[in-house]
T-cell receptor, first 112, second 115 residues
């Protein structure tokens, strides 16, 4: 089955700096890669996703890149703000709407 | 839209008791997923349904766990008998697979503590 590795497990950045989280996956048939943000005590919420026919996608301060050949994808947050502090999960699946395999999560702390 | 609804939000029970978690997916969604979240194991998919039919239950830890989806608007996850190691947050999520809205939306979760 699919295996998703996520790094780093914790990330501390200064407000205004950029944060980068990286994930690798094992199933070459995976073609849908969402990212979820989970604040303390809350549910995971989708913040951005990318499909395999696209190499990069941006939404304001966040962007995702995908390298299908290397089987890795990354989340980039620019101009970080304290409200970006949360746990971020990457995931992979063979199709949108199909079962997701999640990475282990990255706890991001943005220091004012 | 009310979103995915889960009940109860918190459950404290004693080892050996039966626990039933409930989920109402977003209206019109045809896929439903049950996840378990712990510090040690992260977010794990337990089982998922498409059009009320269980598709993959390979994540169900053991026979003590069972899940049903009797109709498109209701699902249950049952643990019988419960054990302390079942303590976790259980999330239900739904999506509209094949209908252009494949994002999985999570419910608020049920925080289960087995003493």
């Amino acid at each position: 089955g699919e295996n998703v590795e996520q790094h780093p497990s914790t990330l501390s950045v200064q407000e205004g700096d950029s944060a980068v989280i990286k994930c690798t996956y094992s199933d070459s048939a995976s073609n849908y890669f969402p990212w979820y943000k989970q604040e303390l005590g809350k549910r995971p919420q989708l913040i951005i996703d990318i499909r395999s026919n696209v190499g990069e996608k941006k939404d304001q301060r966040i962007a995702v890149t995908l390298n299908k050949t290397a089987k890795h994808f990354s989340l980039h947050i620019t101009e970080t703000q304290p409200e970006d502090s949360a746990v971020y999960f990457c995931a992979a699946s063979r199709a949108a709407g199909n079962k997701l395999t999640f990475g282990g999560g990255t706890r991001v702390l943005v220091k004012p | 839209d009310a979103g995915v609804i889960q009940s109860p939000r918190h459950e404290v029970t004693e080892m050996g008791q039966e626990v039933t978690l409930r989920c109402k997916p977003i209206s019109g969604h045809n896929s439903l997923f049950w996840y378990r979240q712990t510090m040690m194991r992260g977010l794990e998919l337990l089982i998922y349904f498409n059009n009320n039919v269980p598709i993959d239950d390979s994540g169900m830890p053991e026979d003590r766990f069972s899940a049903k989806m009797p109709n498109a608007s209701f699902s249950t996850l049952k643990i019988q008998p419960s054990e302390p190691r079942d303590s976790a947050v259980y999330f239900c999520a739904s999506s509209s697979r094949g209908r252009g809205e494949e994002t999985q939306y999570f419910g608020p979760g049920t925080r289960l503590l087995v003493l």
